[in-house]
């Protein structure tokens, strides 16, 4: 499974961002997508993840109410809709897969968000 993140850029404070993630190869109906950021000096977070068949969706406390997480199953594509950005938000996003054994095995390429106060 090869994931593509794309969309990252800079933002002010308050707009918005969209980041998509498209995955390619044998992909699993049973996956789950997640999405991760690691802003600098910090550890890798994650913030959103999506079942790829259920569509059930779960948000760190720091994305709530302002990121949202979807996919479209026919473009093997996964969103995460970022609004009312924080300079707090200024990351490397990366995308990633489960694979078979229920771990975040498969990772994209990161891409990086930049929110200027």
């Known amino acids: 499974v090869q994931l593509q993140a794309s969309g990252g850029g800079l933002a002010r404070a308050g707009g918005s961002l969209r980041l998509s993630c498209t995955a390619s190869?044998?992909?699993?109906?049973?996956?789950?997508i997640g999405w991760f950021r690691r802003a600098p000096g910090k550890e890798r977070e994650i913030v959103a993840t999506i079942g790829w068949r259920t569509g059930t969706t779960h948000y760190a406390d720091s994305a709530k109410g302002r990121f949202t997480i979807g996919r479209d199953n026919t473009k093997k594509t996964a969103y995460l809709q970022m609004d009312s950005l924080k300079p707090e938000d200024t990351a490397l996003y990366y995308c990633?897969?489960?694979?078979?054994?229920?771990?975040?095995?498969?990772w994209g390429q990161g891409t990086l968000v930049t929110v200027s106060s």
């Open positions: 190869g044998r992909t699993s109906s049973s996956s789950v």
């Open positions: 990633s897969a489960t694979s078979v054994t229920g771990k975040f095995d498969y």
